[in-house]
């Protein structure tokens, strides 16, 4: 099973409501990704999970909480957002963090659109 | 710091032309290099990978160097279809700590 999965595949919010976003893996893979897609851009790294520990944050504002019950799973907690927050956000995972050749599996994504 | 150029687009070719998208980096060291490609509405695929110089990756007729004399990794096609139509992402990875710098992307759409 080489599939990132990831729910809901569309969302919805106002800019009062908290929601969450979901990514599991299968692969036993030990590092996962969230990252931002705005349209033809490249994603944009946001976290980083390493061994199920958030190894890196990119700056990212506090109304994204990521989240990493254990290792095949990994939430994003969304609360308050703005409407430029709207975007695809991509989850990813890769066998582990270093090592330099390992690449990403990317799930399919998360289409949130804030209102 | 790490970046990765890649030609702009959109690039529109007919079924069966040769395709190619050029893919320069800059890097402080040795890092692996990577081709992701994008089809509307999903997420990214990784298309080919090459982890030291002179390595060629390659995967469903598309192959890439990588030329680190020119600090390269130009995709390549030799006949390309229409379901090839996609974004095609350019990366690499080089820290430990599994952050990977991408290109701008290029479209590709391929005509019949």
């Known amino acids: 099973d080489t599939e990132v999965t990831q729910t809901p595949k569309h969302l919805v919010m106002g800019m009062t409501n908290k929601k969450s976003l979901k990514c599991e893996q299968h692969m036993g893979h030990r590092a996962m990704y969230w990252y931002k897609q705005k349209a033809k851009k ?12 958030l190894s890196i ?48 599996y990317f799930g399919p994504g998360t289409r949130l659109t804030v209102t | 710091g790490d970046s990765v150029t890649q030609m702009e687009g959109p690039v529109t070719l007919s079924e069966e032309a040769f395709l190619t998208i050029n893919c320069t980096y800059t890097a402080t060291g040795y890092p692996s290099l990577f081709w992701y490609v994008q089809y509307p509405g999903e997420g990214l695929q ?34 390309v279809q229409v379901s090839d139509s996609a974004v095609y992402f350019c990366a690499l990875t080089y820290t430990n700590a599994g952050k990977s710098t991408f290109g701008d992307g290029t479209t590709l759409t391929v005509k019949p």
């Open chain 2, 46 to 79: 990784l298309l080919l990978k090459a982890t030291k110089a002179d390595d060629k990756g390659s995967n469903k007729g598309f192959e890439a160097t990588y030329r680190k004399e020119t600090t390269s990794f130009h995709l390549e096609k030799g006949s």
């Open chain 1, 57 to 104: 944050n990119e700056s990212v504002p506090s109304r994204f909480s990521p989240e990493c019950p254990n290792s095949s799973l990994l939430n994003l907690h969304l609360h308050a957002l703005q409407p430029e927050d709207s975007a695809l956000y991509l989850c990813a995972s890769s066998q582990a963090p270093t090592g330099s050749s390992y690449e990403q």
């Open chain 1, 42 to 53: 490249p994603p944009e790294l946001m976290f980083v999970y390493s061994y199920e520990k």
